[in-house]
């Protein structure tokens, strides 16, 4: 009777484990998916890492009480390897040649959002930029006087400082560079407030494509993290299903926007082929997803290439993701990148990477 028992127990686990392991397999494969054409199943990328946990559990499971079923995760973990490593890459850690660029991107939030933090010249973000030396520095919601202010001091520092106005509309994402400009010039795509904006920089003779992006937000309300907030919290099923509903449909008509800006964006870099290239910025998506499965095509993460661990680069809200990305050429190579958590003003964290420029003669 309790062999019986335990035979039913297992096979109802091995059931479970299938359907895990398919789930999986599927937020991976979801990265495919363009979000025009599929808006909700696109967005299941955000369920990779909860999957992922589930079958390391079963791994364990089958080890303890049925080893031939571990089978089951381990072909599952190895077929899902490529996109584990995109969520969450081990590298040994490399210090930066000397003559590497340091890169930061940064989310300001509006420089911390307070009304106080406008009036004061050593608002944090904007002292922690001055202290970063970084030679390329791109942030993105950049407005009122502390952007002003820091474009004055980045001038007094050195930095070329660059003003783009797209369309009578002066946009938030800012840049400064420690060489000259060749050109500027907004990338046009449909949206309300977000932005893409493309630099030519001469560089020891050559020319380095920078592309600084804040794409299409996902315009979580207050009330709307409130809601997703008391779903962790209080998971009662009418609030679970009223709250999924609720982020699904908004995120997934982000999505729907923000798909056609990365194709705009992509095609644009095709077009620049002579360049060796850095995109980075507020992607507003998590690596397992289409924004970044279509950079990845043709550039490299930087953070996948040379970053540890997760790196959730948002920091509010309960919301554990890294939406804030740096991609390269292959021609190029990053070392040492690392999400900083040592400042909290704005909801993001920055991103800092170093970019070899020893071969920035190669063709992208």
Same mark, same amino acid.
């Given at each position: 009777?309790?062999?019986?028992?335990?035979?039913?127990? #297992?096979?109802?686990?091995?059931?479970?484990?299938?359907?895990?392991?398919?789930?999986?397999?599927?937020?991976?494969?979801?990265?495919?998916?363009?979000?025009?054409?599929?808006?909700? #199943?696109?967005?299941?990328?955000?369920?990779?890492?909860?999957?992922?946990?589930?079958?390391?559990?079963?791994?364990?499971?089958?080890?303890?009480?049925?080893?031939?079923?571990?089978?089951?995760?381990?072909?599952?973990? #190895?077929?899902?390897?490529?996109?584990?490593?995109?969520?969450?890459?081990?590298?040994?850690?490399?210090?930066?040649?000397?003559?590497?660029?340091?890169?930061?991107?940064?989310?300001?939030?509006?420089?911390?959002?307070?009304?106080?933090?406008?009036?004061?010249?050593?608002?944090?973000?904007?002292?922690?930029?001055?202290?970063?030396?970084?030679?390329?520095?791109?942030?993105?919601?950049?407005?009122?006087?502390?952007?002003?202010?820091?474009?004055?001091?980045?001038?007094?520092?050195?930095?070329?400082?660059?003003?783009?106005?797209?369309?009578?509309?002066?946009?938030?994402? /800012?840049?400064?560079?420690?060489?000259?400009?060749?050109?500027?010039?907004a990338i046009k795509y449909d949206s309300e407030s977000n932005?893409?904006?493309?630099?030519?920089?001469?560089?020891?003779?050559?020319?380095?494509?920078?592309?600084?992006?804040?794409?299409?937000?996902?315009?979580?309300?207050?009330?709307?993290?409130?809601?997703?907030?008391?779903?962790?919290?209080?998971?009662?099923?009418?609030?679970?299903?009223?709250?999924?509903? #609720?982020?699904?449909?908004?995120?997934?008509?982000?999505?729907?926007?923000?798909?056609?800006?990365?194709?705009?964006?992509?095609?644009?870099?095709?077009?620049?082929?002579? +360049?060796?290239?850095?995109?980075?910025?507020?992607?507003?998506?998590?690596?397992? +997803?289409?924004?970044?499965?279509?950079?990845?095509?043709?550039?490299?993460? +930087?953070?996948?290439?040379?970053?540890?661990?997760?790196?959730?680069?948002?920091?509010?809200?309960?919301?554990?993701?890294?939406?804030?990305?740096?991609? /390269?050429?292959?021609?190029?190579?990053?070392?040492?990148?690392?999400?900083?958590?040592?400042?909290?003003?704005?909801?993001?964290?920055?991103?800092?990477?170093?970019?070899?420029?020893?071969?920035?003669?190669?063709?992208?």
């Open positions: 009777m309790l062999t019986k028992i335990k035979k039913i127990v #297992l096979q109802i686990m091995a059931g479970a484990n299938i359907t895990s392991s398919l789930l999986l397999l599927f937020s991976c494969w979801s990265v495919y998916l363009v979000p025009a054409d599929y808006p909700r #199943l696109s967005l299941f990328g955000l369920a990779f890492p909860i999957f992922l946990v589930i079958n390391i559990l079963f791994l364990f499971f089958w080890l303890i009480f049925y080893v031939r079923y571990s089978l089951i995760p381990i072909v599952t973990l #190895l077929l899902s390897f490529p996109y584990l490593n995109d969520y969450c890459p081990i590298n040994w850690k490399k210090d930066p040649p000397k003559d590497a660029l340091k890169v930061l991107t940064y989310n300001v939030a509006a420089f911390g959002g307070t009304e106080e933090s406008k009036k004061q010249e050593d608002n944090e973000i904007l002292q922690y930029i001055l202290k970063s030396d970084a030679d390329i520095v791109c942030i993105q919601e950049a407005t009122g006087p502390i952007r002003r202010l820091l474009d004055e001091k980045m001038k007094e520092a050195g930095y070329s400082v660059p003003k783009i106005v797209n369309e009578n509309k002066e946009l938030m994402e /800012h840049a400064y560079f420690k060489m000259p400009i060749l050109s500027v010039e932005g893409s904006v493309a630099y030519h920089l001469l560089y020891e003779g050559d020319t380095l494509l920078v592309v600084n992006n804040h794409l299409e937000s996902n315009r979580l309300t207050v009330e709307d993290k409130s809601v997703y907030k008391s779903m962790i919290f209080d998971p009662e099923k009418e609030k679970m299903e009223n709250g999924m509903r #609720l982020l699904m449909r908004k995120m997934s008509n982000a999505s729907v926007i923000r798909s056609p800006q990365v194709d705009i964006v992509t095609k644009y870099i095709k077009r620049d082929r002579s +360049s060796s290239v850095i995109v980075c910025g507020d992607f507003n998506d998590s690596p397992i +997803s289409y924004t970044c499965n279509r950079f990845g095509k043709e550039l490299v993460s +930087s953070f996948v290439e040379s970053g540890n661990g997760p790196g959730f680069s948002y920091n509010k809200d309960l919301f554990y993701v890294r939406i804030d990305h740096v991609f /390269h050429s292959k021609n190029l190579k990053s070392y040492a990148t690392q999400i900083d958590r040592s400042i909290k003003t704005s909801d993001h964290y920055p991103l800092i990477t170093y970019i070899n420029k020893g071969n920035l003669d190669t063709k992208y």
